[in-house]
């Protein structure tokens, strides 16, 4: 959908370890956002970016940080995992106008053991 | 602070047999509400959208409601069927001119048995 691709699809890593997750698109989407999916929470919003070199936090965005360099690409990174941060990944993006819908990847199941 | 809840939380059918799935929140100023269907190991797809002009919308056996006074919605699924075992999300955005970041209820997960 919308041409998103997420990388990897899965990942185990071991507490301490920096993990940096990526998402690429194929449709020059303005809006990249990442979420978080955890049972009794939902998806939650980590950080998000309105343009390249443009990024905000969301609502869970503490031991996570972002980059986008190019419209097409936008990273995620975990500078020293932890345990907490167990939980499926899943990128978003959006054209930003109008009533534009969310275009989701499948999602990048992460392990911290 | 804006607020979607959905109810209920859990949902378990029969096939062929309709269910309605419940939205309400508290987002302002109001933009547009959909319906996100999530297949299990898979990203949200849209559903369906509501402005605030609109009363009723369906996509198949999809019907979404909005009561914009009331600040509900609902997801009516008419003779289900196998495949509509997924998780339900309602998403409200505000101010389509701003920062353009809608608020997720925690979604309905619903399970067709035949």
């Known amino acids: 959908d919308a041409g998103i691709t997420q990388s990897p699809r899965h990942k185990v890593t071991e507490t301490g370890t920096p993990v940096t997750l990526r998402c690429h698109q194929t449709e020059n989407h303005r809006y990249m956002y990442w979420y978080r999916q955890d049972p009794g929470h939902g998806l939650r919003l980590i950080h998000y970016s309105y343009g390249v070199k443009d990024t905000d936090k969301g609502e869970v965005s503490d031991g996570y940080s972002v980059s986008r360099s190019k419209t097409e690409d936008f990273l995620l990174t975990l500078e020293s995992a932890t345990s907490s941060q167990t939980s499926v990944y899943f990128c978003?993006?959006?054209f930003g106008t109008g009533n534009s819908p969310l275009h989701f990847g499948n999602g990048t199941r992460l392990t911290v053991t | 602070k804006n607020q979607v809840e959905q109810s209920p939380q859990s949902l378990i059918i029969l096939e062929g047999k309709n269910c309605t799935l419940q939205?309400?929140?508290?987002?302002?100023?109001?933009?547009?509400l959909r319906w996100y269907k999530q297949d299990t190991g898979r990203g949200p797809v849209s559903l369906t959208i509501m402005t605030f002009s609109e009363n009723t919308k369906s996509n198949g056996r999809y019907t979404a409601t909005l009561d914009a006074d009331t600040k509900q919605s609902s997801l009516h699924i008419t003779a289900s069927q196998l495949s509509d075992s997924a998780s339900y999300i309602c998403v409200v955005s505000a101010n389509p001119g701003g920062s353009y970041i809608p608020t997720f209820g925690r979604g309905t997960s619903l399970i067709v048995h035949p």
């Open positions: 978003a993006t959006c």
């Open positions: 939205c309400n929140y508290t987002v302002s100023p109001f933009s547009n």
